[in-house]
Structure formats: C-alpha cells, structure tokens
C-alpha cells in the first residue's frame, strides 16, 4: 500500500474504511450513468461484501485479494461477485489499493515473483506493467521446463531459441519491450541472487533496425472521394466516425490524439483546435477547416451521449466512457473496408502530409504540423510526393 493510502486508512478500521469506498463507489456508478439494474446488482453484492468482511478479521491490504474474494463467494454460493471487482477497481485507479482482484492468478515459482515483487516495490512498475511481465516469464518458465532447463543452468543459447519462438507473432515495437523486461529479471539473477554465474543480460541483442524499407502509404485522390462518399450519418455510431475521419484525413491526428480531444479544446468561433496532448509533448494549435468543424458540431448535437465528461469522443454505451485509440482506430479502418479500402487512420495522416508537401509546405512546417520531434521522422513523408515525381520523370500532367 502507498504512503497515501495508509494515511488514508490509519485512522478506521478496514470495514469503515471498506462502508466508505462503497458508498462513494456507489454514488460514482450513479454518476457515470449504469443502468438500474446493475447499480442494484452491485449494490446486494457489495452489501453482503461488506458484512462478510465485518465479521473476519481482514487487514485492509487483505480484502481485495482472489483468496478473499473466492472465500466470500463460497460462503454466498456467489459464482460471480461483479460488484467486488468493480470495486477493486476503482479502488487501484484511484491508487487507493495498489492493483485491482485478478481473475486467474497463475502463480509462478518463487523466483519469478520474488523478482515481481522487487521490481514492483523498486521501479513503482504499475500494475499492468507487472502482469506484462508475468506473461512473459510465464511463457519462458513452461519453454524451460518442458525442456528440461533449470534457471541456475541457463545460458544464453536458452534464451535465444525460446526467444526465436516466442517473439514469432510479436510486433518488433513489442519484441524490444520483451526483451527489456528479459534483460532485467536476468540481470536480477546475476548481480542480485547469484543465481546466476554470467550475466546474460549483457548478451541479449535486439534486431538490427534499419531505415524504413517502405514509404509510408497513403489515398490517392479518388481514393478519398471513395471514402468520404461512403460515410453515413443516420447513426450516433455514423456521426462519430464522420468526425474522426474528417480529424484524420485534414488535420492528419494520430489516433491517440483524437480521443484526447476535449471540448473545451474546440474554438467554433475561431475554428481552431488546441491539441494538448501529443506524441512527443508538441502542443499546439490547429486552423480547422469549415466542413470539419461541422462535423464536430453535428456529432455534438445529435450524436455524443449527454455525460458531465469533457472529453469529446464517448463511448456508445453507459456508462460512456472516454474512447480509447485502439477504438477510434478500428472506427476509422471500418470505414474505410466498407468502400473496399484496406487501410488504416494512419494511412489518412500519410495523406494529409502529402497534401501539405505538394502545396508547398516547407519540411519543417510538416515537422511542426504532424508532431514529429525528430527532423528523420517527418523526411520519410518525402517519398511519398509522387505527383511531382512523375511530372518531372514522365512530363506527366497530373
């Protein structure tokens, strides 16, 4: 538990404490708008919670364990307790407990959770830090063992061929991030337990990373009109998807950036969009053209669910929470397979680049305009001014 939390608690006992979080959970459900029947559903369940906690003898660090939580099930004949783990995780957002209830726990061997544990209470790792890593020291531990493979005798010829095959369906980006985590428990093993005689960490490699193989793609110009053609507005669904492909397609937004959109961020006046979270920390503001504000403002109108949340992009459904960037992604890319286009947000963002460049952009406005803190990320925009090059190479008129 942090600091903040034992002050929190140091005064009352566990199940005070405990009748306080429901309460205030409680109203929170209300708030974000669930529907009657599950707040009623939550609110039986966390009832008899709470007496089953008053007549134990539970430290608040105990209650919101899967031990507990199977304990209590077991003595209500419960085969879900929805309204616990709800619970549990409202709690660790709010970092009032450290890590919500775990569905399955697979305990690893000692070793492994020691090193959890250390790297937890060392690094401050968040919790869905810790259960990436248990992933992965889950898959090393069953390649070991059904190999036979002791952790004192590892070499690093081990750890090569698991890597070979654990790391098949994985995305470079991810593959550097496994092999961090690799490179630490390692590393742990060696300089921490003297489990280990050599460190091996030293000799794990990443893959060579060479320049970009392919430019980046992009719509052509009947590809757009395709594409817009194709979008509906009968829905609140539609109308979500019209905004952000218009945010897409002519401010050239990540989607990350587009579901960071707060609507105290939009200037209809002015038509201007502040953009206060960016890759890269590089706020700035945005000109908007006029049928994109429109868009907007008719998703606001008649699309957006009424919520006390700022923020502009919701999800469809109570309690209508803020989209996440793998959910406006997948919007966009619907979008774009209805008219039979394979492609993604980012290949609308590769576009709007190219229209800049072809207007005659300098480089380092695309720089500033894109988001890019790097000058190398924004030149690979440069191979895709194709216009230009076939009107030189073939005296083509485009």
Known sequence: MTETTD????DHSPDRALEQAIDEYLLWMEDEG????????????????LDFIRHGEFEWNDIFTLDTLKAFQKRHGLTQAHGVRGLSRYLSERKRIRRPIERIHHRLPP?????????????????KHIKQIAAVFASLHNYLQSRGIDLSSLEIEHIDAFLGDFFEPFKPATCRAYRSMLRGFLRYLHQDRNILKRDLAALIKSRRSYSQAKPPRFLRPQEIQTLFAGLKLSTPRDLR????????????????????????????AKRELTLKERKGDNPMTLP???HTIKAIAAYILKGR????????????????????????????KECMRRVNL????????HTYAQNLLESGVTIFEIMEMMG??????????????????????????I
């Open 34 to 49: 669930y529907n009657l029947r599950s707040y009623e559903n939550h609110k039986e369940t966390l009832r008899q919670f």
């Open 111 to 127: 070793i492994y959770e020691e090193y959890l544990t250390y790297h937890e209470q060392s690094r401050q790792a968040p919790y």
């Open 288 to 290: 908007v053209p006029e």
């Open 7 to 10: 002050k929190a608690h140091q």
């Open 241 to 268: 998807a019209y905004a952000m492909v218009h945010l897409a397609y002519y401010l050239g937004l990540r989607p990350f950036e587009i579901v960071k959109i707060k609507l105290d961020d939009i200037s209809f």
């Open 305 to 332: 669910p009424k919520s006390n949340r700022r923020t502009l992009f919701l999800n469809l459904y109570a309690p209508h929470r803020p989209m996440r960037p793998n959910s406006a992604g997948c919007c966009i």
């Open 342 to 349: 394979p492609s993604t947000a980012y290949w609308l963002r």
């Open 372 to 397: 890019h803190d790097k000058i190398e990320s924004t030149n690979n925009y440069l191979h895709i001014h194709v216009k230009l090059m076939r009107k030189v190479l073939f005296h083509e008129e």
